[in-house]
T-cell receptor, first 112, second 114 residues
């Protein structure tokens, strides 16, 4: 499975965009990039995923570089409730039954 | 209904006790997972069930015994645990066998072994 590298922590001002980088230089052609977040003492929450193209949903946008070696999760207008650990995960192939392997993640703190 | 329900929310057990954690989902998902999360660490995969059959055991000690009695229910039976087994135990579910599908997590059971 491809490994991911994320910054340990990031601060973001409330109302501003939060840009969370992730490196996955060993990603395979059929592996998707997933983002989850975990608010303190809660279960992880799915945010978004993508393969090659940029993706957007009601929570965030995902920008994947053309060579697929890195990606950026964008929270367009961060709120205090977005304070959480954000995990970038490269998903295992189907024959592994799609298991998710979490890395260390980025602790994002949104400040007023 | 996109919910995974775990019970109990908190559990304190002695090292000689036997207890069970329960996880339930009604999304029609056929893959269910157990994760263990220690404080300030990411979740670690323990078991994966697919179509009610155990498909992955990540070398978990036998004092943890999973069970999937039907497609909606997943149990984790605990016996003779150690204090270092204290952690947040998370259950998740997802569709099978699609690649590009997300997993839904429960809120976890906070286990303390005394």
């Amino acid at each position: 499975d491809a490994k991911t590298t994320q910054p340990t922590s990031m601060d973001c001002a409330e109302g501003r965009a939060a840009n969370l980088p992730c490196n996955h230089s060993t990603i395979s052609g059929n592996e998707y990039v997933y983002w989850y977040r975990q608010i303190h003492s809660q279960g992880p929450q799915y945010i978004i995923h993508g393969l090659k193209n940029n993706e957007t949903n009601e929570m965030a946008s995902l920008i994947i570089t053309e060579d697929r070696k890195s990606s950026t999760l964008i929270l367009p207008h961060a709120t205090l409730r977005d304070t959480a650990v954000y995990y970038c995960i490269v998903r295992a192939p189907p024959d592994s039954w799609g298991k998710l392997q979490f890395g260390a993640g980025t602790q994002v703190v949104v400040t007023p | 209904d996109t919910e995974v329900t775990q019970t109990p929310k908190h559990l304190v057990m002695g090292m000689t006790n036997k207890k069970s954690l329960k996880c339930e989902q009604h999304m029609g998902h056929r893959a269910m997972y157990w994760y263990k999360q220690k404080a300030k660490k990411p979740p670690e995969l323990m078991f994966v069930y697919s179509y009610e059959k155990l498909s992955i055991n990540e070398s978990v000690p036998s004092r943890f015994s999973p069970e999937c009695p039907n497609s909606s229910l997943l149990n984790l039976h605990l016996h003779a645990l150690q204090p270092e087994d204290s952690a947040l135990y998370l259950c998740a579910s997802s569709q099978v066998p699609k690649l590009n599908t997300e997993a839904f997590f429960g809120q976890g059971t906070r286990l303390t072994v005394v």
